[in-house]
């Protein structure tokens, strides 16, 4: 991923975001009224307004000086999406065995992180660091690994076992950037602002 800053985007702005995944449905309705649906993305892409949160001045000035340092659209950063940054279930903490990473053959030594959604995979790029958890067959692995916190990979000193099955936990971070190259702020009292809109994209 190219002109990514690791950094992360203000957590009280993120906190008022609108928005999540979005996908592409092709649908064409026959002369005989049933319907053909095709799925024009593989996968989903999420996106957010983050407007809403922006109550005041200084909140306008954050969000202003964030989007500065991006230089608008050019660099991606991180963004934690309220509803969706963990891989276990809602009011719990990421346990080693939370998801299913893939099954060792003895030779494979890296594993891509992910979460699935029934059997949705959603690759994950951008795990918190200090909160994966791994497991192998079960038994959970305090050392003899690694994971990167630019890419999710997850990197075994030794290959695990032929069959092993592989799993992790985690908390993660989703990758955007903004979709415009222009930020119009409104100032509606003293010390009172808002945003029309300010949208952030999922880097795919």
Known sequence: MTAFHEVSFPMPLAL???GGPERRTEIVTLASGQEVRNAKWSRSRRRWDVGGAVSSVQDL?????????????????????????SSADAG??????DQVLGVGD???TTFQLCKWYGAVKRTITKPV?????????????STGWSVSTDTGEIAFDTAPPSGAVVRAGFKFDCPVRFET???????????????????LIELV
């Open 129 to 141: 660091d200090g909160t994966a958890r791994v497991s192998v067959d079960g038994v959970e692995q």
């Open 106 to 108: 003895g030779t494979q």
């Open 181 to 199: 190259d222009q930020i119009n702020a409104v100032i509606e009292a003293f010390g009172a602002g808002r945003i029309v809109s300010v949208t």
């Open 16 to 18: 008022g975001a609108a």
């Open 61 to 85: 000035q954050t969000l202003i000086s964030f989007f500065e340092a991006r230089m608008g659209r050019l660099y991606g950063f991180r963004f934690r999406d309220p509803l969706d940054y």
């Open 92 to 97: 719990t903490e990421p346990g080693a065995g």
